[in-house]
Each structure stands twice: as structure tokens, then as C-alpha cells.
């Protein structure tokens, strides 16, 4: 103890006092308080951002909750319309079946009108063919018949007659 | 971990001490002027005297030829009749008092790296039988001594470097370079020593004086691993000189609280709260910085000393192992005691903060209970 006390030098005490208030004011005015502001300012930087990144981390998962909801939709809408589709393309078939079905019905009942109308023409021309003929060859028969002059007068005796029973 | 390492620390620091102590007293062929340190008593003052603060920077010595190597430091002492200043070199590397140096009115001389002023009409010192100058008295030496080279440098080593640091901010949030390596030192100072220890409220104002010990403690005591040989942390004024600053910052901050619980303890008979006073005060006042500077001191003293010893083993053991077996011994032993000190350099450095920073926080704390 004796030792330590006789060691003590108060002149160096006073040199350190003296230095350590220097160095305390000097480090405090040009390091630490640009380091301390500095390291703070970052780390409330580093918070700020890794708040951001979790606040956009949320609003991702919204989002992608959101493009899920959509897509679900989307995908609902698109077989309503592709059941739509079918049934307007199964609606319209049967449509043009129906129409077909129609126009060939007309068409037939078109051609079996004017097939009848041709069969009438054709038995029609069939009909003064066959009384042309028939005059024809009762001119002929007429004209031989009536080569004498008594048959003449027979016919037309036999002629009247008929015409008279008319 | 800390209490084992002490522990540890202890018992190598004892058992050199024993040892060295039987060296010392076998050491009988003890010479006045040798060419080299080479015996028991002359490693003990080699070794004390390092210990000790000195006058002048050494080097190294050629005791052949007389010669020293350093360079000398002014010297500037408050004497009776007023401030003296001159050179150190002016002692001739007389630590004995045979030199008296003649500054016109005043005669000084140096006698265990103390400054004595001589008495008036004395010329030369004499001494009694305990070696006690009985004619001259120690004056005040503001002189700048190696200790005091050796805060400048840690000061503007540590100025340097954080203000780099500092700077580098201005860059980027990032720092390069030598505040890359600084940087996670202050955060740990900030974050597991102040924090912790003051609360999240109050920490800020107290970071200038913990920072700055922290470093100043931990650069000084790595500057005292050196070759140069420092032992600035060895000197009992410098480390009461941080205690005392310590103390006066707890005093000066302290809550009301503090103070309530201090001097009039709440929650205990009347009659006990004086004694309690008592002892609180005496607690804060003197023990926990005579804490505070006997852990530094001793703690840097014994390492310098364990080092050396185990240095001066390669004389010392010469006879029982050989050069060879003596100098490997004392290599590897003074390189595991020096990896321990370079653990303990930064150990003592945030212990000592560590307790600053645990006293500010009972000072400052303040009780909601009532």
C-alpha cells in the first residue's frame, strides 16, 4: 500500500485528467457523434426498409390473392361463355337443321309442283297428240269414206241423225 | 468464463511470483555495474523500474559502453520557486540522485523516477537507512513522461481512426477500410455494454465518455504489449484518474431516486436507513472506484510483470537448462502468457467500462414502484 501511494504521482494524475478531457470532448465532438448519428440513421434505415419490404410483402400476397380472385373469375366467365358457345352452337345447328329441313321439304313440295305441272303439260300435249292424230286419221278415214258420193251422203245422214239425238 | 480466466490468471501471476522471489533470494553474486542485466536482483529493478513511469523514452542499453538508446522528454516540474522545465537528458539516465540538476534557484534530482527538489543550501543527496531522500521533497511533475507520449498517441491513434470512421459515413452507409474493422467496436460498446447497462433511454448521453475510456484503456493497454514498452495502464494514477472520472459521472447524473435510495432507503425501519447510508456512500464513493482502479492497475502491473519474468527466464534458468533449454522455455511461455495479454488488454478494457457503464445505470435508473 505504502508502495502504491509513493508510486502515485499526482503530476501525472493531473496530466491524464487533463488529456482524457481533451480526448472525451475532442472524440465526442468529431467521432462519436457523427459515428453514433450515422450508425442510428442507418439503422433506423434498415428498419424503415425491412418494414417496406414487409408492408410490399403483404400487398404482394394481396395482390396475388387479388390475380387469384380474378383468375377464378376469369376462368368462370370462360366456361359460361364456352358453355354459351355450345349451347348457341348446338342451338344453331339444330336451327339450320330445322331450316334445311324446311327449305327441302319446300323444295320438294316445289318439285313434285312442278313435276304435276309438267305431267299435266305433258298429258295435256299427250291429249292433242293423240286427238290431233285421232283427227288425223279421221280425216283419213273420212276422206276414203267420203270418196263416193253415196257414202257421203250416208255419213252425213247418219250424222245428223246423231246430232239430233244430242 | 471471465471468473475462470482470472482464476487462471492468479495462480500463473503467483506461482511467477513465488518463484521469482527464490530467484531473487538466491541471487547472491549481485554486481554494481555490470555489462548486462543478468543476475536475480538486477532483472527485479529492471523489471520494477519498467513498471514504473519514466522520464525519458529507452530503448535499449549498452551498459559496456554506457550507452543509451532512446531519446530523451521534457521535462517540466511546479518547484518552489515556480515552474522549471528542461530536457530529461540533463539526468545523464541517473536514477539514483547522484545528479543534481542546477536550474539557478532550485536544485533538482531524480531518484526512482520521482523528481525531488533538493533543500535549500543542500548540494547533493543523502539518504537514511530506508533509502529515503532526507533532504530534498518530490514537486510536482507535470512532465511528459513516457506514460504521457503513450496517451497522446493512443489519443491521436484513436482521434485518427474514428474520425476516418466518422468521415467514411459521409461516403456511404457502409464504411471501408480501417472503419470497417472500428465500426462493430463501437457497436459493441453501444449495444452489450452501454445499452444494456443504462437503459435504452439514457445510454446516449454517456456513450462519449464510454467509447472514449473503452479505447483509450484498450489501445493503451495493447501499446503496453509492445516492445516499446509502455505501462501507461500500470500507473495507479492513470487508472484512478479514470475511476475518479467514473465516479463524478454517476455522482453528477444521478436521479432523484438514486439519491432517495441512496441516503434515506425506502421499505426498511427507520432506524437502519443511517447505517445503510453509511454504507451505500462509502459503496459508491470509495469502493467501487478503488474497484474500478485497483482491477486496471493490478491487472496491467501483474501482466508486464509475468511477461518480463518469464522473459528473464532465459537468464535466469541458464544454469539449471542450458541456453538453449532456458531460452525455449522462456519463449514459450512469455508467447502463451503474451496471447493471455492480449486477451486481458481487451478484458480489462471492457470490464472497466463494463462497471462505468453498470454504475451510470444504477445512478440514473429511475423506480416506478412508488
Not at chain 1, 359460361?80 to 320438294?108: G, S, Y
Not at chain 2, 536475480?40 to 559496456?64: C, G, T, V
Not at chain 2, 452507409?173 to 439514457?202: C, F, H, M, Q, S
Not at chain 2, 522473459?311 to 511461455?333: P, Q, R
Request: hydrophobic share 50%; with cysteine; glycine share 6%.
Amino acid at each position: 500500500m505504502e508502495m502504491l501511494l509513493n508510486d502515485f504521482s499526482p503530476g501525472l494524475f493531473i496530466m491524464q485528467a487533463v488529456i482524457l478531457v481533451i480526448l472525451i470532448f475532442l472524440m465526442a465532438k468529431f467521432a462519436w457523434r457523427p459515428i453514433l448519428n450515422s450508425l442510428s440513421e442507418r439503422e433506423s434505415g434498415i428498419e424503415d426498409a425491412l418494414k417496406a419490404a414487409e408492408k410490399a410483402k403483404i400487398d404482394m400476397e394481396n395482390l396475388q390473392a387479388n390475380n387469384a380472385k380474378l383468375l377464378q373469375e376469369a376462368r368462370t366467365e370462360r366456361e359460361e361463355m364456352l358453355k354459351e358457345a355450345r349451347e348457341m352452337k348446338t342451338k344453331l345447328v339444330e336451327d339450320a337443321k330445322t331450316e334445311a329441313n324446311e327449305t327441302a321439304a319446300n323444295m320438294i313440295a316445289q318439285a313434285q309442283a312442278a313435276i304435276e305441272g309438267e305431267k299435266k303439260a305433258a298429258i295435256a300435249d299427250l291429249k292433242a297428240q293423240v286427238s290431233n292424230l285421232s283427227i288425223d286419221i279421221a280425216e283419213k278415214v273420212i276422206r276414203t269414206e267420203l270418196s263416193n258420193k253415196d257414202k257421203q251422203v250416208a255419213l252425213v245422214e247418219s250424222m245428223l241423225g246423231e246430232a239430233t239425238l244430242n | 468464463m471471465m471468473a475462470k480466466q482470472s482464476i487462471k490468471f492468479i495462480v500463473v501471476f503467483l506461482l511467477v511470483l513465488v518463484s521469482f522471489k527464490s530467484f531473487a533470494d538466491g541471487g547472491s553474486s549481485h554486481h554494481e555495474k555490470g555489462n548486462v542485466i543478468d543476475t536475480p536482483q538486477e532483472i527485479k529493478d529492471h523489471i520494477k523500474h519498467h513498471l514504473k513511469d519514466s522520464h525519458d523514452f529507452h530503448l535499449f542499453s549498452d551498459n559496456a559502453a554506457g550507452k543509451h538508446y532512446g531519446f530523451s522528454l521534457p521535462v517540466i516540474v511546479w518547484t518552489s520557486k515556480g515552474l522549471k522545465t528542461f530536457m530529461s537528458s540533463a539526468f545523464h539516465h541517473d536514477d539514483a540522485g547522484h545528479v543534481v540538476v542546477d536550474k539557478g534557484d532550485v536544485k533538482l534530482t531524480k531518484i526512482h523516477s520521482k523528481i525531488y527538489e533538493l533543500n535549500a543550501g543542500a548540494t547533493a543527496v543523502t539518504f537514511d537507512d530506508k533509502h529515503h531522500a532526507t533532504n530534498a521533497h518530490k514537486v510536482l511533475d507535470f512532465s511528459i513522461t513516457k506514460s504521457v507520449v503513450g496517451m497522446l498517441l493512443a489519443g491521436v491513434l484513436m482521434f485518427l481512426g474514428f474520425v476516418t470512421l466518422a468521415k467514411g459515413y459521409k461516403k456511404g452507409p457502409i464504411p471501408t477500410g480501417i472503419g470497417r474493422l472500428l465500426e462493430p467496436l463501437v457497436i459493441y460498446v453501444r449495444d452489450d455494454i452501454a445499452r444494456p447497462n443504462i437503459g435504452e433511454k439514457k445510454y446516449r448521453k454517456f456513450m462519449g465518455f464510454l467509447l472514449t475510456v473503452f479505447f483509450f484503456i484498450w489501445i493503451l493497454n495493447l501499446l503496453g504489449l509492445t516492445p516499446l514498452g509502455f505501462n501507461v495502464t500500470g500507473q495507479i494514477a492513470v487508472t484512478a484518474c479514470l475511476a475518479i472520472f467514473t465516479v463524478v459521472i454517476y455522482l453528477f447524473s444521478g436521479s432523484k431516486d438514486f439519491w432517495a435510495h441512496t441516503l434515506w432507503m425506502p421499505g426498511v425501519p427507520v432506524i437502519l436507513r443511517p447505517v445503510l447510508a453509511v454504507i451505500e456512500l462509502v459503496g459508491f464513493l470509495l469502493i467501487k472506484p478503488f474497484s474500478l482502479l485497483v482491477r486496471l492497475f493490478a491487472n496491467m502491473t501483474a501482466g508486464h510483470f509475468v511477461v518480463m519474468s518469464l522473459i528473464a527466464l532465459t537468464i535466469t534458468l541458464k544454469e539449471s537448462f542450458g541456453a538453449v533449454g532456458s531460452t525455449g522455455m522462456s519463449l514459450v511461455l512469455a508467447l502463451f502468457i503474451s496471447v493471455i495479454e492480449v486477451l486481458v488488454a481487451f478484458l480489462q478494457a471492457f470490464i472497466f467500462t463494463m462497471l462505468s457503464s453498470l454504475f451510470i445505470g444504477m445512478a440514473v435508473e429511475e423506480h416506478d414502484h412508488h
